[in-house]
């Protein structure tokens, strides 16, 4: 089974930085679009980011452009998202997904907490 595990949130004050990581395992070649969503109570689920298998082509959505970095790593099996100058508005449950052969996957999420 295809599994997306995400670490690295927490609370944060505004201004500041967290890394997040998604780590995809149950695959033997990792060459699908990553991605991350967001989502906040009372709000829909946000698209944040996504990565193409190539580890160049990226989306970002407008709310997050210049302030956060998505990226892949190890083979394409790791996703990094890189957050700076975080908002609050940016709080929310961090969803890393990927969809292999039209069949979405996501991971269970990590929060972050901007005060």
């Known amino acids: 089974d295809v599994q997306l595990v995400e670490s690295g949130g927490g609370s944060v004050q505004a201004g500041g930085s967290l890394r997040l990581s998604c780590t995809a395992s149950?695959?033997?070649?990792?060459?699908?679009?990553m991605g991350w969503y967001r989502q906040a109570p009372g709000r829909d689920c946000d698209l944040v980011a996504t990565?193409?298998?190539?580890?160049?082509?990226?989306y970002y959505g407008t709310s997050v452009e210049g302030r956060f970095t998505i990226s892949r790593a190890d083979s394409g099996s790791t996703v990094h998202l890189q957050m700076d100058s975080l908002r609050p508005e940016d709080t929310g449950l961090y969803h890393c997904?990927?969809?292999?052969?039209?069949?979405?996957?996501w991971g269970q999420g990590t929060q972050v907490t901007v005060s």
């Open positions: 149950g695959l033997t070649r990792y060459d699908s679009d």
């Open positions: 997904t990927t969809s292999i052969r039209l069949v979405p996957y």
């Open positions: 990565i193409a298998s190539d580890g160049i082509t990226k």
